[in-house]
């Protein structure tokens, strides 16, 4: 796993235009906005990468589209406030 903040990650042509699964996310209390992740996978695919990170049974990972603008989150596993559970 690499870690990088959410905002080098939106900057990467690596990332940008894909899906990315995250680990030990840290979340912005005011905006609740990613600010820095471990990186798990990445896939232009959202169903290749959920079954990938189904299949490591990665259950705490959060899945979200990398763009320019604001995150938008997928899927996830976590259990707060600041994101989307499923």
Do not use: K
Not at 4 to 14: F, G, K, L, T
Not at 43 to 70: H, K, M, N, P, Q
Request: glycine letters at 2%; proline letters at 3%; charged letters at 35%.
């Amino acid at each position: 796993m690499h870690r990088m903040s959410w905002e080098d990650i939106r900057r990467s042509e690596r990332y940008r235009g894909r899906w990315v699964a995250l680990d030990n996310v840290r979340y912005d209390p005011a905006t609740t906005q990613p600010m820095e992740a471990d990186i798990v996978d990445v896939d232009d695919d959202l169903a290749d990468l959920c079954g990938r990170v189904r299949e490591a049974s990665l259950s705490a990972c959060a899945i979200l589209f990398c763009d320019e603008e604001t995150p938008s989150t997928s899927r996830t596993h976590r259990s707060a406030a600041r994101a989307t559970q499923h």
